[in-house]
């Protein structure tokens, strides 16, 4: 994972004005909280997080037919 310095905000900002942490979330992806001056806590947007997520569901999904179209006779044989 790479961290962009940009997106770093220290805990006790992120406590005092959430709403920045937000707008820097809607602005650049996400947002590293640190404690302590050591990175913590990762705020994401999560609408990219379920696009990231129904992609991932795709390759499933294309790996799937690829496989059934390389096994095609084996699987004609196994639903006997």
Same mark, same amino acid.
């Given at each position: 994972m790479n961290i962009n310095t940009d997106n770093l905000i220290p805990m006790t &900002?992120?406590?005092q004005n959430f709403s920045k942490v937000a707008r820097m979330v809607d602005q650049k992806g996400s947002v590293l909280i640190l404690k302590n001056n050591v990175p913590r806590y990762l705020v994401l947007d999560f609408q990219k997080?379920? &696009? &990231?997520?129904?992609?991932a569901d795709e390759d499933v999904m294309a790996v799937s037919r690829?496989?059934?179209?390389e096994n095609k006779e084996a699987y004609e044989v196994l639903a006997k």
């Open positions: &900002e992120a406590n997080i379920q &696009e &990231e997520s129904t992609m690829r496989l059934m179209k």
